[in-house]
């Protein structure tokens, strides 16, 4: 299994406030992506990183930022958590040169009330 | 820009049968993956099975297999021989051919395995 891991896997939290989640990885991959999980929307993408400091948005970005200062770190902010912002996020590499596969987190469930 | 439809939201099927999950989408893209994530309650993503496009040959997986037709854009997902561990979301997903990596995923297929 692809050493991924998220955290925190549960939180808990107010509008308004800022909230980080952290994705690490072992697998020394230069690629790593965010998504969110919704009922009836399935995973969409939030932002991706292609290497250190190096990150692009995806189709869901408004409202988050992310960084990525160690090639196994990869980090999405929350400046102002809002309800629409409840969701399950999963972090994710990119697989073997050539398969196209992600390899994700277990995920982190968020709720903001 | 690509997409991906999955038109079953919920499927069933009785233990030991076969059931197709279906999933359509859209690409203007010749070289491109296709892959069936399968998501039990657990919420763990794991990777059941992908479709190079440049492969005519269906991919099969043990009781997994698809059925590619890449002039149709469609891209089904049959299990065999159902088991009760096959109940799960099933998620399908378009991967481009750049570096990238990024996925498009359809909506889901929650599927249902009766004993």
Not at chain 1, 76 to 92: I, K, N, R
Not at chain 2, 25 to 35: A, K
Not at chain 2, 51 to 80: D, H, M, P
Request: hydrophobic residues 30%; negative net charge; proline residues 3%.
């Amino acid at each position: 299994d692809a050493g991924i891991t998220q955290s925190p896997r549960h939180k808990v939290t107010e509008t308004g406030t800022p909230v980080t989640l952290r994705c690490h990885q072992t697998e020394n991959h230069r690629y790593m992506y965010w998504y969110r999980q919704d009922p009836g929307h399935g995973l969409r993408l939030i932002h991706y990183s292609y290497g250190v400091k190096d990150t692009d948005k995806g189709e869901v970005s408004d409202g988050y930022s992310v960084s990525r200062s160690k090639t196994e770190d990869f980090l999405l902010t929350l400046e102002s958590a809002t309800s629409s912002q409840t969701s399950v996020y999963f972090c994710a590499i990119g697989g073997a040169a050539n398969t196209g596969e992600l390899f994700f987190g277990e995920g982190s469930r968020l709720t903001v009330l | 820009a690509q997409t991906v439809t999955q038109s079953q939201p919920e499927m069933s099927v009785q233990e030991a049968e076969t059931v197709t999950l279906s999933c359509t989408y859209d690409t203007s893209e010749s070289d491109y993956y296709l892959f069936w994530y399968k998501q039990p309650p657990s919420r763990q993503m794991i990777l059941v099975i992908r479709q190079e496009a440049y492969k005519q040959q269906n991919a099969t997986e043990n009781r997994f297999s698809v059925n590619f037709q890449k002039a149709a854009k469609s891209f089904s997902l049959k299990i065999s021989d159902s088991q009760l561990g096959d109940a799960a979301m099933y998620f399908c997903a378009y991967g481009g051919g750049g570096a990238t990596n990024k996925l498009i995923f359809g909506t889901g297929t929650l599927l249902a395995v009766q004993p």
